[in-house]
C-alpha cells in the first residue's frame, strides 16, 4: 500500500491551482517514524496511533479513539497518515487531538471545530478538508469527552476550563504544524480553521489571542459572546419551558405563529420561497392571533389556533433584546445580548423547544458558581443571572469569551470570512451582526475593512445548516453525498464553494464579492438542486431583480433595502 502509483496528480481549481503533490515515499519520515520522533521533538506529548491508512478507508462509527460527541462513521477517505496523541496539559489534564496527513497533500494545513461544549476529535467534519481539498487537516476534544450540552466537564477543574477556553485549539495547532513539518520534512504553506458554532468561536480565539496561527480563518455562527450568550440562553429557556405557565407555546404554537410572520414578512424580499432574506426589516405584528380577536385575517387562526396575551408576549420575548432589568449586574436597562430573529418560529431548536440546553445553565453553574454537584439544575431568577454575568464578565473562567474586537493584528496578514444564517435558532443571529460591527467600532471604521473581513448573511439557514434557504455552499461540516451530501456546495468552484473562496483569498488575493449557495430536493444533494441564491458580504443582501427566483443569477448583492 506504500507505493501506491496514482499519488502524483494535479487538480485546478477555477483559477487557483494546488500546490504540486509529493508521494509518499519522497516524505521526510514514515507515519510511524513518528511514534518516537513526535515526542522527542515536542513536550508532554503522549502518542497513542501513528499508522498508514490505505486510501477508501471507513473509520467505523463508535471506533476505538472516538467519544459520544462525535460517533459518526466517516466512510470514503484517501489515503493518510493517521496521528493521534494526548498532550498533559496540567497534573489534572489532558488534550486529545489528531492530524491527518495525506499522501496527496496540497501544503495546506487546516483545522476543524467542536460544537456547543463538545468534548471529541470531530471526525466527521475531518472528512471534507482531506478528501475534497487535499489538506492536512486537525481537530481536537477541546480537553475532554462529553457531547456537546454537557457542561459537566469544568467540575472542580480550573484546567479543563483552560484548554476548552484556548489552550486545547492552541496547542494542537502548534503541535499538529511540528508533526506536519517533521513527516513531509517542510513546513505547510498555509494555514485555515473551518468551523461553525463553538468552532466559529474557536476560530475567532484563535484570530484574537494567537493571530499568526492561521492566513484563513472561516468562522460560522460563532458562539463567541460565552457569557452573554449562555446567560440568554438560560433566560430564553427559563421563560419557554415553564409548562405551567399560561404563556407556555407548545409546537403548534409555535408553527401558528411561524404561518403568520411569513403571511406577513415573506414577501417583503419580494420572493414567496418560505424565507425571510432581511429579517431586521419584519416587524411581525401578533395580534391577529389573539383569541377573539375581530380582525383575525390569517386562515391558519380559528378558535383553536389562537393565543392568550400571554403566550403573544412570550414569543415577542424570544424576538426581543435581552436588557437588564435590574442593577444586580450591569446597569438597569443596559444591552446584554440580542433575541432571535422573525421567521424561523415553524422550526424552533434548542432554545425554545422545552429542553434547556445545557451549556448555558451548566456554565453559570459549575464556572461561574463553582458548584460541584452534576445533577444539580441552576434555577437562579432575574435578578441572580444578572449578578453572576457580570461575575463572569468580569472573571471570564476558563478565558473562554471570544469577543476582543482588536484584530488588527490578524487582519494585518490574514483574511477573516464569517457568515450567519438569518434564521438561526439557536444562538441569536444578530450577535454575529455584533461583532462586525464591533470590529468596525474597534479598528475606527478603516475603509480597507473588506480587504481582510468579510460577513456574509445566509437567508432563512438555522443554526450552521438547515432550514428553508440556501444553506449548502462548502462551509465547514460537510459531510459525504452517502450522508445527503450536507453542506456541500453545488458545484467545487470558488464561486460556490466557501472554502475554494478563502483558498484564493489567501493566496491570490481575490476578494469574494458573493457566494451561490444552494437548496437541495429534500435536503439531498443526489437528488439535485431546487434553488440556488447569492450569499452577500454584510451590509449588502441579495435583491430580486425579476425572472426565475429559483436561478441565483436574477438576484444582485446591493447596500439600498
Ligand atoms: C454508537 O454508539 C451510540 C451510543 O453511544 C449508539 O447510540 C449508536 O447507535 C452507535 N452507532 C453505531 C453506528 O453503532
Ligand atoms: C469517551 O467516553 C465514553 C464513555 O462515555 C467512552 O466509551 C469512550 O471510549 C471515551 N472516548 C475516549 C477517546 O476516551
Ligand atoms: C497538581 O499540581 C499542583 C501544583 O502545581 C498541586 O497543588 C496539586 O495538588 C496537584 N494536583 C494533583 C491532582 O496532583
Ligand atoms: C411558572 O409559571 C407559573 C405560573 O405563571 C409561576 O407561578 C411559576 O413560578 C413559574 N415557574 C418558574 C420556575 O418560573
Ligand atoms: C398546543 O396547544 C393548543 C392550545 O393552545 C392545543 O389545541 C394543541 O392541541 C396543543 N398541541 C400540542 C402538540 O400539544
Ligand atoms: C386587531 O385587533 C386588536 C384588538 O383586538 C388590535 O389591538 C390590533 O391592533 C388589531 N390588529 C390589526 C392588524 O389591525
Ligand atoms: C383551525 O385551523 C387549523 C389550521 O389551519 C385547522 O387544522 C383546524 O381544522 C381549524 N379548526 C377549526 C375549528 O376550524
Ligand atoms: C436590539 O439590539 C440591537 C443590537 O444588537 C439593536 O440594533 C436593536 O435596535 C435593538 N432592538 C430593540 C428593539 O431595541
Ligand atoms: C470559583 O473559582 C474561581 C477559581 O477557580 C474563583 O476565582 C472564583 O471566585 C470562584 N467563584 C465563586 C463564586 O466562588
Ligand atoms: C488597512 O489600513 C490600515 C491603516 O491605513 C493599515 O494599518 C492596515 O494594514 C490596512 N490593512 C490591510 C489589510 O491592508
Ligand atoms: C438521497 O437521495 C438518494 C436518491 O434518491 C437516495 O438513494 C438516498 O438514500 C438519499 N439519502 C438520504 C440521506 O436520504
Ligand atoms: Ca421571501
Redesign the pocket.
Known amino acids: 500500500m506504500r507505493f501506491t502509483t496514482t499519488m502524483i496528480f494535479s487538480l485546478s481549481l477555477a483559477g487557483s491551482s494546488l500546490a504540486a503533490v509529493v508521494p509518499r515515499w519522497h516524505y521526510a519520515l514514515s507515519c510511524s517514524d513518528l511514534w518516537e520522533a513526535a515526542p522527542k521533538m515536542l513536550p508532554d506529548l503522549e502518542v497513542y496511533i501513528a499508522d498508514d491508512v490505505p486510501a477508501g478507508y471507513t473509520l467505523p462509527a463508535n471506533s476505538t479513539w472516538s467519544t459520544p460527541a462525535y460517533p459518526a462513521a466517516v466512510s470514503d477517505l484517501p489515503a493518510f497518515c493517521r496521528f493521534g496523541g494526548y498532550i498533559h496539559t496540567s497534573n489534572m489534564s489532558k488534550v486529545q487531538f489528531e492530524v491527518w496527513l495525506p499522501d496527496e497533500w496540497s501544503g495546506r494545513f487546516s483545522m476543524v471545530g467542536n460544537g456547543g461544549d463538545a468534548g471529541g476529535v470531530n471526525f466527521p467534519d475531518m472528512w471534507a478538508p482531506i478528501k475534497k481539498y487535499n489538506m492536512a487537516v486537525a481537530s481536537t476534544d477541546t480537553g475532554h469527552n462529553g457531547t456537546s450540552g454537557d457542561g459537566t466537564f469544568a467540575i472542580s477543574n480550573s484546567e479543563t476550563q483552560i484548554d476548552f477556553g484556548y489552550r486545547a485549539v492552541h496547542l494542537t495547532t502548534v503541535y499538529s504544524k511540528k508533526i506536519l513539518a517533521a513527516y513531509y520534512g517542510r513546513q505547510q504553506d498555509y494555514s485555515y480553521w473551518l468551523g461553525c458554532s463553538s468552532g466559529g468561536k474557536q476560530g475567532l480565539k484563535e484570530v484574537q489571542a494567537y493571530p499568526n496561527d492561521y492566513d484563513g480563518v472561516v468562522a460560522g455562527a460563532a458562539a463567541q459572546y460565552w457569557q452573554r450568550l449562555n446567560a440568554q440562553t438560560y433566560r430564553i429557556n427559563a421563560i419557554v419551558n415553564n409548562r405551567t405557565s399560561t404563556g407556555y407555546l407548545n409546537s403548534t404554537n409555535y408553527a401558528t405563529i411561524g404561518k403568520l410572520v411569513l403571511e406577513q414578512c415573506d414577501g417583503i424580499d419580494k420572493v414567496m420561497d418560505g424565507f425571510i432574506t432581511n429579517p431586521a426589516l419584519c416587524k411581525p405584528d401578533l395580534s391577529p392571533l389573539l383569541c377573539g380577536a375581530s380582525n383575525a385575517s390569517s386562515a391558519s387562526v380559528n378558535s383553536s389556533t389562537c393565543l392568550n396575551q400571554a403566550q403573544v408576549d412570550t414569543m415577542y420575548a424570544i424576538w426581543g433584546n435581552f436588557t437588564a432589568q435590574t442593577d444586580a449586574g450591569l446597569p438597569k436597562g443596559s444591552f446584554i445580548f440580542p433575541g432571535f430573529e422573525p421567521g424561523a418560529e415553524g422550526s424552533p431548536a434548542f432554545s425554545v423547544n422545552g429542553v434547556p440546553y445545557g451549556p448555558g445553565p451548566d456554565y453559570y453553574e459549575y464556572q461561574v458558581l463553582n458548584k460541584t454537584d452534576p445533577k444539580v439544575t441552576f434555577s437562579g431568577d432575574e435578578t441572580e443571572l444578572e449578578r453572576l454575568l457580570k461575575v463572569a464578565l468580569e472573571t471570564d473562567p476558563g478565558q473562554t469569551n471570544a469577543a476582543d474586537p482588536e484584530i488588527g493584528d490578524f487582519l494585518a496578514h490574514g483574511k477573516l470570512l464569517t457568515y450567519v444564517g438569518e434564521a438561526d435558532t439557536l444562538i441569536p443571529t444578530h450577535s454575529s451582526h455584533d461583532y462586525y460591527e464591533d470590529v468596525r467600532t474597534a479598528l475606527g471604521h478603516p475603509k480597507n475593512l473588506s480587504d481582510s473581513y468579510r460577513f456574509f448573511t445566509v437567508p432563512g439557514m438555522g443554526h450552521c445548516r438547515g432550514g428553508p434557504g440556501p444553506f449548502n455552499f462548502g462551509g465547514p461540516g460537510q459531510r459525504q453525498d452517502?450522508?445527503?451530501?450536507g453542506s456541500q456546495a453545488a458545484v467545487f468552484d470558488k464561486q460556490h464553494d466557501m472554502v475554494l473562496a478563502i483558498i484564493d483569498w489567501v493566496e491570490k488575493g481575490n476578494a469574494p464579492d458573493t457566494l451561490i449557495a444552494a437548496k437541495y430536493k429534500?435536503d439531498?444533494?443526489?437528488?439535485g438542486i431546487a434553488f440556488t441564491r447569492p450569499l452577500c458580504p454584510y451590509p449588502q443582501f441579495a435583491k430580486y431583480m425579476g425572472g426565475d427566483s429559483n436561478d441565483a443569477s436574477n438576484f444582485k448583492c446591493v447596500y439600498d433595502w
Open positions: 452517502a450522508l445527503g451530501g429534500n439531498n444533494k443526489t437528488q
